[in-house]
Each structure stands twice: as structure tokens, then as C-alpha cells.
């Protein structure tokens, strides 16, 4: 029987964010080094302080490039990122305990339709190599965080969108992450069914997960982000609090429309933040 789980406490933003230092890509010394164009990072450097970033940028940014670093499915050309209590350059926290603590939300999430949600979850424990012990408690912990708590034993193949989209953030949080990389989560969804996501991620970064959501949606980024990073042609075009990118006052509700100029005037006049 499901019992409440112990849901681990909201923690401080101090504690939270992200330091990208120089760092660089470039998919042509893999394939074709002559080849013209440009590295797909060419040396991102960028500093969060908060739990909500929002990452932004047009087709070809490298948003998801840099995902791919910070989840070290792939290495960077050069450069260094600290995150999590792990910095890439050697000077805190190992590999191994790092890639335990990454939750990725992929745009489209796929389990297996005859698996219930639970079994999704233990899967993806399985996969994190959470302690047998705390496996039980994780899964309720991610299932209850995500609204899913009556879920448990429902089959995949019998779930809407959105709520597919929420098994997609609880298998993410299974290992507890404190990482939390999403690649625009909320695309497909309706409007209820994003308010619904949003707020449960809400509720995730106040339990001490940096997350870092990549997203074309102004609306997701004014109910979630404290903070915005902006790729532009694999640099950082600006990192800052949300307030300040949108020039609106600190505290004040931040509309989509202020960050839809912003952006704009940001990409095209490749301001520097
Ligand atoms: N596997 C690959 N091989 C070669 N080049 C790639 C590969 N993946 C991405 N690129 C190139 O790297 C650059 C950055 O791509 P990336 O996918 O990181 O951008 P993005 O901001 O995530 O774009 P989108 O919003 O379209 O997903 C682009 O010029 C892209 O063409």
C-alpha cells in the first residue's frame, strides 16, 4: 500500500545553479574537420545562481549540445562546467556520483505501453543504481511530487499526453536528482495540461533540484524561470535574472510578451549579457 513518503525539503536558491566556463563543441572534428561553418559551442561561458533557468535560443543554438554535456552523454571540446557539487575540471565531486544525480525530461517521453508507471520508475531506479533500499521510497517520493500518487499502477498505454509527460518528470526524479535537464517538456500539451506540468516542476526546484528547462514557450518561461540563459550561434548571448532580461521590477509578474521582445532584441542585435 502507498504510504506518504518523506518529501525531501525545500532548500535554499543560494545553494542552487550552474557555472559554464569556455566551454566548446565542435561536431566537425568528429566527421569532416575541413569542413566550413562554425563549432556548435564556441565557448560558452555563463553563471546561474538559482533553481529555475530557463534556456533559450533559436534552431542551431546548441541548447541541446550543451545538454549533452551537462548530462556527459558527450564530452566538450574544451572548457569546464561545475554543477551539482561535481566540476568537470577535476576539482569537486566524482563522475560516477554526478551521473547519479542527472534527471533528464526528454520532448518526447516512450516506456513501454504494458508496463504500469511504477514499473517504469523501478526500471529507471534499476538504471540509476539507487540503493535497493531507498527504491520504494523514491519511486512514492517522485510519484507524489508529480501528482501521480494514484497512478502507480496505471499502464502506460492508458495515459493522456500530459499525463505521460508527468511519468516522463517522475522517472527524472526517481534517483533524486540534482540536476534536472528538460528539452522542452511542455511541447504538445494543452494549456491545462501545462499549467499542471509547470507546477509540479515548480514544486521540484523548490525541493532543491537545479533545473534547466530549454523551451521555445515565453509563457513557461515566465510561470517557471528566475533566471534565463540565451545560446545564439553556439554562444552566450545572456545570462541573468528574468526580471532583468524583461526589464521588469524585481517581484513583479513577468509577462510573455516583455520576454518575447527581450528575446528578439537580444538575437538580433546579438546583445551580450
Ligand atoms: N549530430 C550532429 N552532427 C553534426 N552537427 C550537429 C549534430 N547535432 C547538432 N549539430 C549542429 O550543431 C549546432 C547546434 O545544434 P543543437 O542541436 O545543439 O542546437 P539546438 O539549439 O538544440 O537546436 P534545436 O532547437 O533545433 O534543437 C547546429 O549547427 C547543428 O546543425
Not at 135 to 155: F, H, P, Q, S, W
Amino acid at each position: 500500500m502507498l504510504t506518504t513518503p518523506a518529501v525531501s525539503k525545500p532548500v535554499d536558491d543560494a545553494e542552487q545553479g550552474f557555472v559554464l566556463r569556455d566551454l566548446t563543441y565542435d561536431y566537425r572534428r568528429l566527421r569532416a574537420p575541413r569542413r566550413r561553418g562554425r563549432p556548435a559551442l564556441g565557448g560558452v561561458s555563463a553563471r546561474a545562481s538559482s533553481s529555475a533557468v530557463a534556456l533559450l535560443g533559436p534552431n542551431g543554438a546548441g541548447k541541446s549540445t550543451l545538454f549533452r554535456i551537462l548530462s556527459t552523454s558527450t564530452s566538450a571540446s574544451g572548457g569546464s562546467f561545475a554543477v551539482a557539487g561535481y566540476d568537470s575540471a577535476g576539482s569537486a565531486g566524482s563522475l560516477a556520483e554526478y551521473r547519479r544525480r542527472i534527471g533528464v525530461v526528454p520532448q518526447r517521453f516512450r516506456a513501454p505501453h504494458g508496463y504500469t508507471c511504477r514499473e517504469v520508475l523501478a526500471y529507471v531506479a534499476w538504471l540509476r543504481q539507487v540503493p535497493r533500499a531507498a527504491v520504494a521510497d523514491n519511486i512514492a517520493e517522485a510519484l507524489v511530487l508529480t501528482g501521480l500518487a494514484e497512478y502507480g499502477e496505471r499502464k502506460i498505454g492508458t495515459l493522456s499526453g500530459g499525463t505521460l509527460q508527468r511519468v516522463a518528470l517522475a522517472q527524472a526524479l526517481v534517483s533524486r536528482p540534482r540536476l534536472l535537464l528538460l528539452d522542452e517538456p511542455t511541447v504538445g500539451l494543452d494549456p491545462a495540461q501545462r499549467e499542471s506540468f509547470l507546477a509540479n516542476l515548480g514544486e521540484v526546484r523548490r525541493r532543491g533540484t537545479t533545473t534547466l528547462l530549454a523551451t521555445h514557450l515565453v509563457e513557461d518561461v515566465a510561470v517557471f524561470a528566475h533566471e534565463v540563459v540565451v545560446l545564439n550561434e553556439g554562444r552566450c548571448a545572456y545570462a541573468g535574472r528574468l526580471a532583468s532580461f524583461a526589464e521588469t521590477a524585481d517581484g513583479q509578474p513577468v509577462p510573455g510578451a516583455a520576454i518575447s521582445a527581450a528575446y528578439q532584441r537580444i538575437i538580433e542585435t546579438g546583445a551580450d549579457g
